[in-house]
C-alpha cells in the first residue's frame, strides 16, 4: 500500500504526495495537489527526481533533488521544492513498505 502525505504550504497551496516503497527506495512518487507548474512537465520531472531515492532521505536531500530536476524555466505557483519534501516525508513515515 502507498504511502499519503499532504503538506498545506504557509501561504501557498496544498501538496499532495503518494509514494510506495520497494526495498530501501522510493519506488513510485506521485505528487499532485492545487498548485500550478509551468512548464506542464515540470510535474513529471518531479516525480522522476524522487524516485529510487533512499527512503531515509531527509526533507532537505529530498528539496535539493526536487530543485535539481526542475527544468530550467520552471515556474512553481503556490509550491515550493521545500513543500514537496514535507509532503514525501509525510507521506513515507505514514506509509508502510511495499
Known amino acids: 500500500m502507498p504511502g ?4 498545506k504550504m504557509p501561504g501557498g497551496k496544498l501538496v499532495v504526495a503518494d ?3 520497494a526495498g530501501d527506495r522510493l519506488a513510485r512518487v506521485a505528487v499532485s495537489g492545487d498548485f ?8 513529471d ?11 531515509h532521505s531527509d526533507a532537505e536531500a529530498l528539496a535539493a533533488a526536487v530543485q535539481a530536476g526542475l527544468p530550467p524555466d520552471t ?14 516525508r509525510r507521506a513515507i513515515d505514514g ?3 511495499a
Do not use: C, K, Q, W
Request: aromatic share 6%; net charge negative; charged share 15%.
Open 75 to 88: 515556474l512553481m505557483y503556490g509550491i515550493a521544492p521545500e513543500a514537496v519534501a514535507v509532503a514525501v
Open 4 to 7: 499519503h502525505g499532504e503538506y
Open 45 to 55: 520531472a518531479i516525480n522522476a527526481a524522487l524516485t529510487g531515492l533512499p527512503r
Open 95 to 97: 506509509g508502510a513498505e
Open 19 to 21: 509514494v510506495e516503497i
Open 36 to 43: 500550478f507548474l509551468e512548464p506542464d512537465s515540470a510535474l
